[in-house]
């Protein structure tokens, strides 16, 4: 069946642009998760949504980071005013229980 | 604090056995986890262990001591495919919340 799918899988910004990242998950997952993964290191959490429900957004770096999944579907990760330390790869993973199931990434240069 | 630890880099000759270690202190302990990632791709499942032993899986086996906060990946007739990078991650105790160690690079030579 269909994997975890990005979008845009390239993204290049201004600073101070607002930038808007999508998931889409498998289909039925209950759980969704955002990851930053800078290169060479592991990923690191950003937040977590059962459902529609965002449950731990502790990972956020700033304000300026926000995430939504309105419909317990779909999720969107935007951020505002782009400055050039969020130049990352950022993965989206979804969930039935344990393991974690990520799509391709999506590759934001700030410049 | 939470903390997991992985060599940075590891090489290996093609057919070779391979054994990358993770060691971690988290905030409770909720299953330890292995993905693949080659490089611009995204991270694979690999393995999952919640209580202490071995788990084999075809070429891969991956241990765990939860006394000592240490796991293994074990890596078997290794194959030119097997280079990336492994990572290991802890679930803690709260929510949801993944911690991923920083990944071992393997290179596996001819």
């Known amino acids: 069946g269909a994997g975890v799918s990005q979008s845009p899988r390239y993204k290049v910004a201004k600073r101070g642009q607002d930038v808007a990242l999508r998931c889409d998950p498998i289909?039925?997952?209950?759980?969704l998760f955002w990851y930053q993964q800078a290169l060479g290191q592991g990923p690191e959490f950003l937040t977590y949504?059962?459902?529609?429900?965002?449950?731990?957004k502790s990972g956020l770096p700033s304000d300026r980071f926000f995430a939504e999944r309105p419909e317990g579907s779909v999720s969107t990760l935007k951020i505002q005013r782009t400055q050039q330390e969020d130049s990352a790869v950022y993965l989206c993973?979804?969930?039935?229980?344990?393991?974690?199931?990520f799509g391709p990434g999506t590759r934001l240069t700030v410049t | 604090g939470q903390n997991i630890d992985q060599p940075t880099e590891m090489t290996a000759t093609e057919g070779a056995i391979v054994q990358i270690n993770c060691t971690y202190q988290?905030?409770?302990?909720?299953?330890l986890f292995w993905y693949q990632q080659h490089a611009g791709e995204a991270p694979t499942f690999l393995s999952y262990?919640?209580?202490?032993g071995l788990e084999e899986k075809g070429r891969f086996s991956s241990f765990l001591s939860r006394s000592k906060g240490y796991s293994y990946l074990l890596l078997k007739e290794l194959q030119m495919k097997d280079s990336a990078s492994y990572l290991c991650?802890?679930?803690?105790?709260?929510?949801?919340?993944?911690?991923f160690g920083p990944g071992t690079r393997l290179s596996v030579l001819p």
């Open positions: 993973a979804s969930s039935p229980g344990n393991e974690q199931y």
């Open positions: 289909s039925g997952h209950v759980s």
């Open positions: 949504f059962q459902n529609e429900a965002q449950l731990d």
């Open positions: 988290t905030s409770g302990f909720n299953g």
């Open positions: 262990n919640v209580l202490d």
């Open positions: 991650a802890v679930k803690g105790n709260y929510g949801q919340n993944f911690v």
